[in-house]
């Protein structure tokens, strides 16, 4: 399958990166020729096989379930590009 | 003592314990070459305060007779590891002006120990690259320039981390392995890289580029000092859901120079068609040296070898575009300029679009359309079906009684900077062919410089150690690495 530039647009879109119209045709070869790379995976048989998701069986750790960390609101906001009262300030969400 | 740069870590640690010198002139003489090397690119943050400090603790700590192996040891880190007010970006331009208010546990577990830190190494952003070029610093430059002149790659994505340690501005670097990026600068640049067992070391701290994949090692002068340094970067760690409840061991203890009755399995789907002649004759050549040093080398099959590629640049960026939804222009790094009205839609979509460089909105992008609605059993599922077969080859050769696997580390030698095509990122994928196979099956991997190919630059070769056995790859490494005797340097230019 080929990607055609509206399907990059709304692929840059989804990743929240702005990509102007006019790079558009470039994004969309460079994507077809990572997917078309890709592609030699469909000689594969793959029926039967569970997905992997993780390179040893492992049980995920559990610890009680209390405090252990917290009261470092300076420290959380110190990277912030624009934090105001306590909190990080963005450009209005809602109208 | 003179150029106490140039040592190893195991020289120094030496020399240190019986008062020949002192962590503060260790400390001075990497100060002063790296301070003369900003023709390599390879330091991109310098803490020589920080080092200073540290080194005259070490040097108390010595005294009072507490030291461990890494005391006093001068050491380079990666840009991709937090430390404590310490910029950290990542090399990426979205991190500028970041200062982590926390300590990644595997800088913490060095400083515990008493290791130096000289300041942060160059790398390819997030860690996606192959050449240290996709960097928001510049380029690192090789330390190796033969006289042609050519400035060439010192590999990626830890190309800062081999670049020092190949230079002597380090004793050693911290670095990170993706699907490669220990091991094929290493081998580009004529030093050990070791990337270990997934969940022998932390990722707490580590910025991520695919969590499933990651993991960090050492790059050395020499398999002892891997052996040194994975011993203090490694930890059971709580912070880290994914480190594993193993304890370390003594991996120096592990160099027995005993390999007699080992099995080498030679991997006949390696043969790929663009291996350099040169690097298929040193790989002939390497597994007799293994031969001759007692152990037993046999040919194994890997069937869907020639699969882990695609696999992996389907489930790295799939990983990537999720981790890395995080750079949003909210919480940390760069903002981007908005103008008046602009929503916060556009500050997501202008702080991403300025902040991160062209492969990393590649990856982003690629990974989103993988795991979009749709798509994502397509590509996503069965690259990951495809890495469950993967793992079963090894885990069928490592069942049939072979105890590493021997291969070259890179197709070919380094190459000259800015040679890559941009318009086709495939043919610089097909740098990692050798090295990916194993991040996918999370196995330990050490690249071992072995020879220089005919123009002079050297080339590395690779063992593919069963899980968890480190201590065992490690002295099979070392095998090698006396037999092949590799001593050359980089002649000085910078």
């Known amino acids: ?95 | 003592m003179s150029d106490l740069n140039k040592l190893t870590i195991a020289e120094a640690r030496d020399a240190l314990a019986k008062g020949e010198t002192t962590s503060v002139e260790l400390t001075e003489a990497c100060i002063t070459a790296i301070d003369a090397s900003g023709a390599l690119n390879a330091f991109v943050h310098n803490t020589p305060e920080k080092a200073r400090g540290m080194a005259a603790a070490a040097d108390a700590r010595i005294k009072a007779g507490n030291a461990q192996p890494m005391t006093g040891i001068p050491v380079g880190v990666k840009d991709l590891f937090c430390v404590k007010d310490v910029p950290s970006q990542s090399a990426s331009r979205i991190l500028e002006g970041f200062l982590p208010q926390y300590e990644s546990t595997v800088t913490q577990n060095l400083w515990d120990q008493g290791a130096v830190m000289l300041g942060k190494l160059n790398q390819d952003e997030f860690g996606m690259g192959s050449s240290t070029e996709n960097s928001t610093y510049g380029a690192t430059v090789s330390p190796w320039k033969l006289e042609d002149g050519v400035a060439r790659t010192s590999g990626g994505s830890s190309g800062g981390s081999a670049a020092a340690v190949a230079a002597d501005l380090c004793l050693g670097a911290t670095a990170t392995d993706t699907g490669g990026s220990i091991r094929q600068p290493a081998a580009f640049t004529g030093t050990v890289g070791l990337r270990p067992t997934y969940g022998r070391v932390s990722r707490w701290g580590v910025i991520a580029y695919a969590s499933s994949l990651d993991q960090a090692g050492p790059i050395t002068k020499t398999v002892r000092d891997a052996a040194i340094m994975l011993g203090a970067m490694a930890s059971v760690d709580p912070k880290d859901s994914t480190s594993a409840e193993r304890p370390v061991p003594d991996y120096e203890a592990a160099l027995t120079g005993d390999i007699r009755g080992k099995k080498i399995g030679i991997p006949r789907e390696y043969r790929i068609d663009g291996l350099s002649d040169e690097i298929d004759a040193l790989w002939s050549k390497t597994a007799e040296m293994l031969r001759d040093a007692g152990a037993e080398v046999v040919d194994i099959s890997l069937p869907h070898a020639k699969y882990a590629l695609p696999a992996y640049y389907v489930i790295a960026p799939a990983e990537a575009s999720s981790n890395l939804a995080r750079y949003d222009g909210v919480r940390y790094g760069r903002r981007a300029k908005l103008g008046a009205g602009d929503g916060v839609v556009e500050m997501y979509e202008r702080t991403r679009a300025e902040g991160f460089g062209p492969e990393v909105k590649r990856r982003i992008m690629v990974g989103t359309y993988v795991l979009s609605a749709g798509f994502y059993d397509a590509y996503y599922n069965r690259a990951r079906k495809v890495r469950a077969l993967i793992k079963r080859d090894f885990d069928q050769a490592y069942a049939s009684g072979i105890d590493a696997i021997l291969a070259p580390t890179t197709p070919s030698a380094a190459f000259a900077l800015g040679s890559a095509d941009s318009s086709n990122p495939v043919e610089m994928y097909l740098n990692d062919v050798f090295t990916v196979t194993l991040n996918l099956a999370g196995l330990p991997g050490i690249s071992v410089p072995v020879g220089l190919n005919g123009q002079g630059l050297p080339l590395g070769m690779q063992l593919i150690g069963r899980p968890w056995d480190e201590g065992g790859l490690l002295n099979l490494a070392q095998a090698l690495e006396t037999a092949a005797g590799f001593t050359a340097k980089p002649p000085r230019w910078w």
Not at chain 1, 12 to 27: E, K
Not at chain 1, 84 to 91: D, H, I, K, N, S
Request: zero cysteines; glycine letters at 6%.
């Open chain 1, 1 to 95: 399958m080929a990607i055609t530039q509206d399907e990059a647009r709304k692929v840059a879109h989804l990743a929240r990166i702005a990509v102007d119209d006019a790079d558009l045709p470039a994004l969309a070869q460079e994507l077809n020729g990572i997917l078309h790379f890709m592609e030699q995976l469909n000689e594969v048989d793959v029926d039967g096989i569970e997905p992997m998701t993780g390179v040893e069986p492992m049980r995920l750790k559990r610890r009680e379930d209390v405090v252990t960390d917290g009261e470092q609101q300076d420290l959380v906001l110190k990277n912030a590009p624009d934090a105001r009262e306590g909190f990080f300030a963005v450009p209005k969400v809602v109208e």
